[in-house]
């Protein structure tokens, strides 16, 4: 699951010339998003089995609910298959913003935002589109040296 999407991937490196920069392929990114999303929700699926069929499974991801009291039942179950000790997590630049950084290294965890939302025809219920979301826990950064340097 900490599979991460590699730049280079995306990215058509066959240029003329060595210094032109190379050119996005969108069609790439776009089916390598739409399988990051598909192994998310794979990885739901089969995490929602696994708590139902063991007693130890499901205390450990209800604490882990008591943790991320504003997570989804979905990307808790998401944190629960990457890091079942998560405490905190926060995008790249939302941490960047509380001047504390990733370590070097660090995987991402992959959990699900709501992008929009739409109105089925069929009923005239709403329904919401999702993407895939890299997430740090707070012991993937720097936060505990800052603390012990302040």
């Known amino acids: 699951m900490n599979e991460e999407l590699k730049v ?3 990215f058509d490196e066959s240029t003329d010339n060595a210094k032109e920069k190379p050119v996005f392929d969108k069609e790439r990114w776009a089916e390598e998003k739409r399988r ?31 943790r991320h009291p504003g997570l989804s039942a979905a990307n808790t179950l998401l944190l629960f ?25 660090e995987h991402a965890l992959l959990i699900l935002e709501k992008t929009s939302e739409y109105v089925r025809e069929s009923d005239g ?5 999702y993407t895939t979301k890299n997430v740090f826990d707070i012991s993937q950064t720097n936060a505990k040296e800052k603390e012990t340097h302040a």
Do not use: H, P, R
């Open 8 to 10: 280079n991937e995306v």
């Open 36 to 66: 990051e999303k598909q192994k998310a929700y794979d990885l739901i699926d089969q995490l929602t089995s696994t708590i139902s069929n063991e007693e130890k499974a499901m205390s450990e991801y209800l604490m882990l609910c008591s």
């Open 81 to 105: 298959g990457q890091n079942k000790l998560a405490s905190e997590v926060k995008s790249f630049d939302e941490w960047k913003a509380l001047d504390i950084y990733v370590n070097k290294g």
């Open 125 to 129: 219920s709403v329904g919401y589109n």
